[in-house]
């Protein structure tokens, strides 16, 4: 076993970022208001109009995010936030239950649920992923 972690890729979030996580939940990333959200849709009747209820969830994004793995396949991240306030700061490479203390502890988590931060994470990776693969396609054609 080896506690040696590898880079694996690095994303910028430089653009609202939207994530299906429940039936009519959506995890919204707003770099341009700096903060994350919980959207809920509701709609009785379809002759209803629909109603949307946004709900913050950290007053905080994640600017850039790294991601590690060991040999273990155990993650880690290496994330720069940027708060509501403005400020910035660093955390180096840690667990998400660390990562998830930090911002507890910095006061701006509003709604207390790790799996949120794991979703933004997870989704901001993807979707750097899939946009390089997107690119390296149009390269080839």
Same mark, same amino acid.
């Given at each position: 076993?080896?506690?040696?972690?590898?880079?694996?890729?690095?994303a910028?979030?430089d653009?609202?970022?939207?994530?299906?996580?429940?039936?009519?939940?959506?995890?919204?990333i707003?770099?341009?208001?700096?903060?994350?959200? @919980?959207s #809920? !849709?509701?709609?009785?009747?379809?002759?209803?109009? =629909?109603?949307? +209820? &946004?709900e913050?969830?950290i007053?905080a994004?994640?600017?850039?995010?790294g991601?590690?793995?060991?040999?273990?396949?155990?993650?880690?991240?290496?994330t720069?936030?940027?708060?509501?306030?403005?400020?910035?700061?660093?955390i180096?490479?840690?667990? @998400?239950? #660390? !990562?998830?203390?930090?911002l507890?502890?910095?006061? =701006?988590i509003? +709604? &207390?649920?790790?799996?949120?931060?794991?979703?933004?994470?997870?989704?901001?990776?993807?979707?750097?992923?899939?946009?390089?693969?997107?690119?390296?396609?149009?390269?080839?054609?």
């Open positions: 076993m080896t506690n040696n972690y590898e880079l694996i890729t690095t910028t979030v653009k609202s970022m939207i994530r299906k996580i429940g039936e009519n939940q959506y995890l919204k707003i770099p341009s208001e700096r903060i994350i959200q @919980i #809920t !849709i509701k709609q009785n009747k379809i002759t209803e109009p =629909i109603e949307q +209820v &946004d913050i969830i007053k994004y994640p600017k850039e995010v991601l590690f793995r060991n040999q273990n396949k155990d993650i880690k991240y290496e720069k936030w940027e708060t509501s306030d403005g400020e910035t700061f660093d180096p490479s840690s667990d @998400i239950k #660390t !990562i998830y203390s930090l507890q502890a910095k006061k =701006i509003i +709604v &207390d649920n790790m799996l949120h931060l794991s979703n933004v994470l997870s989704m901001i990776i993807k979707q750097d992923t899939l946009e390089k693969k997107i690119a390296d396609i149009k390269d080839e054609i």
